[in-house]
């Protein structure tokens, strides 16, 4: 594309967005003495680790960018896959992390493009001179497919002054125990050599100047395109902004079609968009987070790999989407879980699997690499794929229940799917009652959990309503006999009458979040009395103010230290089905206002110092923004 067809592109192709992106403190003041003036001017140290991260990816993989626009996580080929950039669990100087630095460093500022993945980082001096760096992986329509590269781009412009950066591109392999064996140049290319995979940095800055990291002044653009090592055809310049224009064409388009609520747009937007990167697309998989081994709390060994496919959290994520009319990730998604079930032959189903369908995830540990801000281990893999945990035959049923009801899909289920999921269900009525491992992944306590149990009735009810919308009464009859019978157990079993409140197990007397679960899915109506005394049980024993923790029990760790993001968004909702709705959104702006700058939420909060915690960003809290927004919002008819 010419610069002259740029030019002209309609506004919903890139807008004015190109021209104006550096928002509007683009032309401060610079301080001329300042920047002229001897002294000691350095490089800083690199930040921190932090989950005041911004994020960019395009449905195959992802990379996470710090405050001061350095990528300090990144994995290749897939979300799953070697963190190239590791510096988020590696704090050392032989970190994998890629810095564009300002020499003189004094502030930054950063910021997404409105309604869209491409995320735009200032850096400023003492003396005031500045950049503006523009990160983002291309993903846009063309020769009828998605096109989205392994590929990460960084455009480069000064917006004030004449400022002086430098370049450091330093990707790891193996889990960071490998520097490239070899790095080769070309014109205007720079090839990184690893054990398994070639990596490629295509630029038209000074390749002298990046392999040596020297400093030097940034008069112009310059385009930075890293990935894996294929040969690009077209101009570097001209590439990166074609892509850029694409990329932001793409993202405006799509969240132009959410139907979004009145009130809190904006972190509804934020939130669609970030689950949408957690998607994917080559096999339809949702990643429960992009990251591993941030710890739950701090110290506290709580560290898990969260870079697969729960269907428990996809089931989530797809309903969240829909509730914006987003059904193209519902789409993909149950191209994965079908086959998940088909191949399952009707007997056992993981809780989790591998995003490209694997079964096995053996956990390991990552000697090398010191974990976040030191606080290893660093897992890779995750145990829980060996789990009985029986609520996820409910939340199969639950995720592909929709495809058999919505007319807007392509490829609608029907009577010949229609016995694949019976199969599922048929697991749920075998396990119902029996002890697992619950929903929050015990590892060495096994009982018969309320949620697992509502899991399976919420089975069998959906299957029930999906054989009358085919016309097969007799086997609507089995599945709601089935649903009755369940229901009548789970209310009578699950209660504690000493506590008022349903129970997180049969017959058992502590209490548990997921239990809040009844009403979401549609097991007791919430002006149930019952339900409200579990309300008031749960805050007076699991809530830190306005935060809620999952479980009052010990687990194999001792008791949580954190609030768990989406069980305060549980209690949110609840509140406001119970009539509670102005404490409801009291509790919704504290974790609004628990978000990192760029929106974004990780899995736990700390309740005394509002600090973040878990692995980012996760698709269960980002869920929980869209459904209390939809839940508090008032109508668009309010204000037109």
Not at 526 to 531: I, S, T, V
Request: include cysteine; charged fraction near 25%.
């Amino acid at each position: 594309m010419s610069e002259q067809q740029l030019m002209e592109a309609p506004e919903d192709r890139a807008g004015e967005a190109l021209a104006g992106a550096a928002g509007p403190d683009d032309k401060a003041p610079v301080d001329a003495k300042a920047a002229a003036a001897p002294g000691t001017r350095g490089f800083a140290p690199p930040a921190e680790p932090s989950l005041n991260v911004g994020v960019i990816g395009n449905c195959a993989y992802s990379a996470l960018i710090d405050a001061r626009g350095r990528a300090v996580w990144c994995c290749l080929p897939r979300f799953d896959g070697d963190p190239v950039f590791n510096a988020l669990l590696h704090p050392g100087e032989d970190a994998g992390a890629w810095a564009i630095e300002i020499e003189d460093f004094a502030s930054s500022k950063q910021w997404y493009e409105p309604n869209t993945a491409v995320l735009r980082t200032q850096l400023f001096d003492s003396a005031g001179q500045g950049i503006e760096i523009t990160d983002f992986a291309p993903r846009f329509y063309s020769r009828s497919r998605y096109f989205r590269p392994l590929m990460m781009v960084r455009r480069v412009r000064p917006i004030a002054g004449a400022p002086r950066v430098r370049v450091s591109l330093d990707p790891r392999f193996q889990w960071g125990a490998v520097a490239p064996e070899e790095v080769t140049r070309g014109s205007n290319h720079i090839r990184y050599v690893g054990p398994d995979v070639t990596l490629r940095l295509n630029t038209d800055a000074s390749i002298s100047h990046i392999l040596a990291r020297q400093p030097f002044v940034i008069s112009r653009e310059y385009n930075f395109m890293f990935g894996v090592d294929e040969t690009l055809l077209d101009g570097i310049a001209d590439t990166a902004r074609k892509f850029e224009q694409e990329t932001i064409s793409y993202w405006r388009t799509w969240s132009k079609r959410l139907a979004i609520p009145f009130e809190y747009q904006e972190a509804v937007i934020r939130a669609a968009i970030t689950l949408k990167l957690s998607l994917y697309e080559d096999t339809g998989a949702i990643v429960a987070a992009m990251t591993t081994s941030i710890p739950e709390a701090p110290g506290s060994q709580r560290n898990w790999d969260y870079r697969y496919c729960w269907l428990r959290d996809a089931f989530f994520v797809v309903r969240a989407l829909n509730s914006l009319s987003e059904v193209g990730t519902m789409e993909d998604y149950l191209r994965w879980l079908g086959n998940v079930v088909i191949g399952s032959h009707g007997e056992h189903i993981q809780p989790l699997y591998g995003i490209g369908l694997e079964r096995e995830l053996p956990e390991s540990f990552v000697e090398g690499l010191p974990g976040y801000r030191g606080m290893g281990p660093v897992r890779v893999g995750n145990q829980a794929q060996e789990h009985f945990q029986h609520d996820v035959y409910g939340n199969i049923v639950l995720g592909a229940a929709q495809a058999f009801h919505d007319h807007r899909l392509l490829s609608r289920a029907g009577a010949a799917e229609f016995p694949h999921l019976e199969a599922v269900g048929e697991q749920a009525v075998r396990v119902y009652g029996t002890p697992d491992a619950g929903m929050w992944e015990l590892r060495t306590r096994a009982r018969v959990h309320t949620s697992s149990a509502l899991m399976s009735w919420a089975a069998c009810d959906r299957l029930s309503k999906i054989a009358r919308a085919l016309n097969l009464p007799e086997r609507a009859a089995y599945w709601h006999g089935h649903a009755s019978r369940m229901k009548e157990e789970i209310l009578a079993k699950s209660w504690c009458e000493e506590r008022q409140a349903f129970a997180e197990s049969f017959g058992g007397h502590e209490l548990d979040a997921s239990i809040l679960l009844m009403v979401e899915v549609g097991l007791i109506d919430a002006r149930d009395p019952r339900f409200i005394s579990t309300v008031d049980a749960m805050e007076k024993s699991l809530c830190d103010g306005p935060y809620m923790r999952r479980y009052e029990a010990a687990d194999d760790f001792g008791k949580p230290e954190t609030a768990f993001n989406i069980c305060t968004f549980w209690r949110i909702d609840a509140l406001a089905k119970i009539g509670r709705k102005a404490e409801a959104r009291q509790i919704f702006e504290t974790m609004l206002a628990a978000r990192n700058p760029l929106g974004l939420l990780s899995e736990d909060t700390h309740p005394v110092t509002g600090e973040m915690w878990g692995n980012f960003p996760q698709t269960y809290s980002m869920v929980g923004i869209i459904n209390a927004a939809v839940r508090l919002s008032a109508p668009w008819d309010s204000c037109i």
